[in-house]
């Protein structure tokens, strides 16, 4: 009686359960396995280790004993718990939450006709309303269309989909459908170039159709090459390589640009790139990145370059805000190097003040033939800690207002180092601007044209020749230099020019300013309305009308040398000969000298005449601006 009571209560058992799916012992472990190790070891099998409801081991448990043995366990059968105290859930529930493809028989291999399978765990999980359906690793063949699949949400990483000719497609019907798990990422690797490609444009196309936001897509340390752009249509996404320069992406399009987004979305949201090297052609008139309308744009550690010897004629970098956009927008370019194009980064709004609040920091712009960065119709660009060398314009601000330059390096521009075209309320501050112009062609190492109330305060002008540190144009009103060191000792065919030349007559200052020259005879400064210029280290000479010389010779200047009206004569004897004299009348002539003073030879005497010759100099100074000479 006992062992057929038994028996019906098997029985019973059996059918209560015989809805019931069946689980093998493989599969319940990798149900359960996404907890990880560590959890599986010390939680997990050990909640299993006494299955709920009975003594035993986990053999038991799963298989049965002795001639109750089983091949496999109905997954509602087997409870668990992640770790004590926690509830218990059984395997059936875990497979409720999301349905694989590979429980219903579809491979992976690319090869085998998957859509049945597929179709059937689309159709299982409407049924029960389960919305994730994941893919494994894998290429899926589908020969034939799938339905319903607006009910799902396909969930994969490394996931490759084909057509019946086994080319693979940017998923048809399913990209719309198909998305990554946030936090993980589509590795351009894993999709295969087909027969008929010739480079890696397809694959990469494939890779980014399989890019939701908030995801990655990963190249790998190697050289790719394309020969048409690569659109990105979405936001949300990180391109990012193996850094290092050891992802190369290499366009053999001399007209196309690398990567670019779509031009017609109003903001596109939280684009990075990051860690690659690109290598445009020498004769390339397009772009490596051309990004529109960003919003929160990242550049970090890109290597922008042509390795063909000859530079580029196109650009970089561009960020354009166009008549699409919708607001302002941020962006960084952080650690990177552009160089061997024509222009580096380009930043433009449609109109003035559009392209607003992008910083670019330690990074290297260097070797493009026309500007290292052009800004046009911008608003708050900061560039900081920036080296910019060898461009025919280091920094070309255009209808640009409020772009602050500071401890940038800038050295052996063609022209000019900073050139503000149109702008206002602009700022260089801290910067070292050296050997600029050095084939002696028409430049300077700041130039402004026009503006208002732009500053150039605290930097250092090393070696700026031939002409001048700073050139600030007649419609440049309300510009403000103040505190700036200048040491300029080269000299050509006998002149060497520093200091400003300016035209602006309105209400900037020059102030604070400390110029230092080396020796040698007829040095020549020019000089208008703002000019400095240091004679000694307690004594500057301010604003001049007109050409003013700085001469040192031995001698008597008195018929000899000839200067215009407010020039220097230092008169080099030595010992208590040693005179300074100020060309006191006639512009273009040898006569009109007058000696100001001697400095004596003893020093205990030598502090008198120095200040018998600053009250001489200032008496003079004072009658020169009595006369309209100066200003």
């Known amino acids: 009686m006992e062992n057929s009571s038994a028996k019906n209560d098997n029985s019973c058992q059996d059918e209560c359960r015989a809805d019931s799916r069946e689980f093998s012992r493989r599969k319940m472990l990798a149900a359960i396995g996404g907890a990880g190790a560590a959890v599986v070891s010390g939680g997990l099998m050990a909640g299993l280790s006494s299955p709920l409801g009975g003594g035993g081991d986990v053999y038991a448990a799963v298989y049965g004993n002795g001639s109750n043995k089983k091949k496999s366990v109905k997954a509602d059968e087997v409870a668990y718990r992640y770790s004590d105290g926690l509830p218990e859930r059984t395997v059936g529930d875990k497979l409720r939450e999301a349905i694989d493809v590979s429980d219903f028989g579809a491979t992976g291999d690319g090869t085998t006709d998957d859509t049945a399978a597929i179709q059937q765990a689309i159709d299982t ?104 752009p690569l659109l990105i249509a979405t936001g949300g996404i990180r391109i990012r390589g193996a850094g290092k320069g050891r992802t190369i992406i290499k366009t053999t399009s001399v007209s196309d640009h690398v990567f670019e987004t779509k031009p017609d979305i109003t903001r596109l949201y939280n684009v990075h790139f990051e860690g690659m090297q690109i290598q445009m052609p020498h004769n390339s008139t397009g772009t490596a990145l051309k990004v529109s309308n960003p919003n929160h744009l990242s550049i970090v550690d890109v290597w922008i370059t042509s390795p063909y010897g000859e530079k580029s004629t196109g650009t970089g970098i561009h960020i354009h805000r166009n008549q699409y956009a919708a607001d302002g927008y941020f962006g960084q370019i952080v650690r990177s190097r552009i160089e061997k194009q024509g222009t580096g980064i380009r930043i433009e709004g449609v109109n003035p003040g559009a392209a607003n609040v992008h910083w670019i920091e330690r990074s290297s712009i260097d070797n493009n033939s026309v500007y290292g960065i052009h800004c046009k119709n911008t608003t708050s660009v900061r560039i900081h800690q920036c080296h910019v060398e060898i461009n025919t314009i280091g920094v070309y601000l255009e209808s640009s207002n409020d772009t602050h330059v500071s401890k940038g390096y800038f050295e052996r521009q063609a022209q000019y180092d900073v050139v503000i075209a149109s702008g206002s309320g602009c700022l260089l501050d801290g910067n070292r601007f050296a050997a600029t112009a050095p084939n002696f062609q028409p430049g300077c190492a700041v130039r402004i044209d026009s503006g208002t109330f732009n500053r150039i305060v605290d930097n250092w002008f090393v070696e700026v020749f031939p002409f001048y540190d700073m050139k600030i144009g007649s419609a440049a009103g309300g510009t403000f230099v103040e505190n700036n060191l200048a040491k300029n000792a080269d000299q050509h065919g006998g002149w060497a020019t520093s200091g400003v030349q300016t035209e602006d007559q309105g209400t900037g200052t020059v102030q604070g300013n400390l110029l230092l020259t080396a020796g040698g005879a007829y040095r020549k400064y020019y000089q208008g309305t703002h000019l400095f210029r240091k004679l000694v280290a307690e004594e500057p000479i301010y604003p001049q009308n007109k050409t003013a010389g700085d001469y040192a010779g031995a001698g008597n200047p008195e018929g000899a040398v000839t200067a215009d009206r407010g020039s220097i004569y230092r008169r080099t004897d030595g010992g208590p000969g040693y005179s300074v004299y100020v060309k006191e009348s006639g512009d273009g002539t040898n006569t009109g000298w007058r000696k100001l003073g001697r400095l004596a030879a003893q020093p205990d005497s030598q502090a008198a005449d120095i200040s018998a010759l600053r009250a001489d100099f200032n008496a003079l100074l004072a009658k020169l601006r009595a006369e309209g000479l100066m200003a």
Do not use: C, M, W
């Open 125 to 228: 999980a409407a049924g029960i309303g389960v919305r994730e359906i994941r893919f494994s690793p894998g290429t899926y063949h589908t020969a034939g269309a799938l339905t319903n699949t607006s009910a799902v949400l396909f969930v994969g990483d490394r996931v490759l989909f084909t057509s019946g000719s086994y080319a693979a497609t940017s998923l048809s019907d399913l990209e719309e459908r198909l998305e990554v798990v946030a936090g993980s990422a589509v590795y351009v690797d894993s999709f295969q170039a087909l027969e008929s490609e010739s480079d890696d444009t397809g694959r990469i196309k494939r890779a980014i159709a399989a890019l939701p936001g908030r995801a990655e897509l990963v190249f790998a340390g190697r050289a790719y090459t394309i020969s048409e």
